[in-house]
């Protein structure tokens, strides 16, 4: 008795972990998180513009994700978790599905290493606003 209930103590934990670990955040929408816009620099700025042009489509207006796509305002973006080589690996090469259920991400051979590095800032501003280090 008291064995079983040290394991479902145990595995409430992890599921609890586990949640707070992968939770999006608050949901403006499905698949989206609510994404608050710092003033951001110059850099981040150049960013915006290039992410609106080239990343929107998927992952939805300021990194908030859509159905197409997920949140990259979110922790398992954290740059602990994926460091800046991880983006702009993802642009360069592409990615396989292993967060989410959205299917793998092309490569993107036209963005520029500059405009990705842009992106990237970009992101990354987005992410310091919204609490994710």
């Given amino acids: ?3 079983a209930s040290a394991a479902l103590l145990l595995i409430g934990g992890l599921v609890a972990a586990a949640w707070w670990a992968f939770a999006p ?27 609106a042009e080239n990343c929107a489509g998927c992952h939805g207006d300021h990194a908030a994700g859509s159905l197409q796509g997920p949140p990259l305002v979110h922790r398992i973006y954290r740059p602990g978790h994926h460091a800046d080589g ?14 989410w259920g959205y299917g793998n991400m092309p490569p993107q051979p036209q963005m ?15 992410q310091a606003a ?4």
């Fill in 112 to 126: 520029p290493a500059e405009q990705t590095a842009a992106i990237v800032r970009y992101v990354r501003e987005l």
């Fill in 130 to 133: 919204n609490d994710i280090h």
């Fill in 86 to 99: 991880a983006f702009v690996a993802a642009v360069q090469r592409g990615v396989r599905s292993h967060h």
């Fill in 25 to 51: 955040g608050p949901s403006a929408a499905p698949g989206t998180v609510v994404v608050k816009v710092p003033e951001l620099s110059p850099l981040a700025r150049t960013g915006q513009i290039a992410f």
């Fill in 1 to 3: 008795m008291v064995l």
